[in-house]
């Protein structure tokens, strides 16, 4: 009897487990489980919970190379070796696709980001999810009024075309994704509106398509709060020299007046693994 020949799947790229949580200032934990590596080849497994202390470099579960900067993106990966020539663990990296590895180590996969705040520190952060889509939700530590962390440089006042919402470089990766925003919105005028959008990136102006998230407030001078989820984006070149930005995932905001007022605050993002 001639034997079946077996049916090869091709790999999904999928994560599974690996969730990253918050333990201290210096460090965060990885929890077990398996990712697909970065080229679809070959499966990474962590089989058990590994502690990435921020302080170490050239490590396994450590920084890949240098030193920790402050206000900083950090990158988070599963790391392997194919040859299974050193156990599987983890790595922090200020590349967003290609980490530098130790030595035997041959295989990675981004499992997420962490932000190092401006004193050097990891930011408290709760990531929710066991899949490729993870929600990232920072949490401020200073009571349960408080929404969310402050963005560098961002919006306070109105404008009847699109801005720069803020400086997200510090607090979200460098990739598509959407951004969880509190807004509160103090319009001029009664059912004035705040818009949002990503930067477009194809039609070489400093226009955006339309918005992609809205909110209005009845009500002159009162603060209407709420949160949006916008997806950000790289401005075109037209779009940086005009609005003065940086070539960086960014939103833009446009409100019915110039007189209205603004608040921003970040409570998180959508990470796409």
Not at 188 to 207: K, R
Request: aromatic share 6%; proline share 5%; with cysteine.
């Amino acid at each position: 009897m001639t034997p079946t020949v077996p049916i090869v799947n091709a790999g999904l790229l999928y994560v599974n487990g690996c969730q990253l949580s918050w333990l201290s200032t210096t460090s965060f934990s990885v929890a077990a489980g398996q990712v697909r590596d970065s080229t679809n080849t070959n499966d990474i497994t962590i089989s058990s919970a590994r502690t990435v202390i921020i302080s170490a470099s050239g490590l396994v579960n450590a920084l890949d190379t240098g030193t920790i900067a402050a206000s900083t993106m950090y990158y988070v990966y599963a790391i392997g070796s194919s040859l299974s020539d050193a156990p599987s663990g983890c790595l922090i990296s200020l590349s967003a696709s290609a980490p530098t590895l130790p030595y035997n180590y041959d295989m990675y996969r981004r499992i997420g980001a962490i932000s190092i705040d401006s004193g050097s520190h990891v930011r408290p952060f709760m990531q929710v999810g066991s899949g490729n889509g993870r929600e990232m939700l920072y949490d401020p530590g200073t009571g349960p009024s408080t929404k969310g962390v402050v963005i560098p440089s961002s919006g306070t006042g109105g404008s009847t075309s699109y801005v720069n919402l803020g400086l997200l470089i510090s607090l979200v990766p460098q990739l598509a994704i959407d951004c969880i925003i509190d807004v509160a919105f103090t319009p001029n005028a009664a059912n004035n509106v705040i818009f949002f959008a990503p930067p477009t990136i194809d039609n070489g102006t400093t226009a955006c398509v339309g918005s992609v998230a809205a909110m209005s407030a009845a009500a002159t001078g009162s603060a209407q709060v709420g949160v949006v989820r916008v997806p950000c984006s790289l401005p075109n070149a037209t779009q940086i020299a005009a609005l003065t930005i940086l070539s960086k995932v960014t939103i833009l905001y446009a409100t019915s007046s110039s007189s209205d007022s603004v608040v921003f605050l970040l409570n998180g993002y959508v990470d796409q693994l």
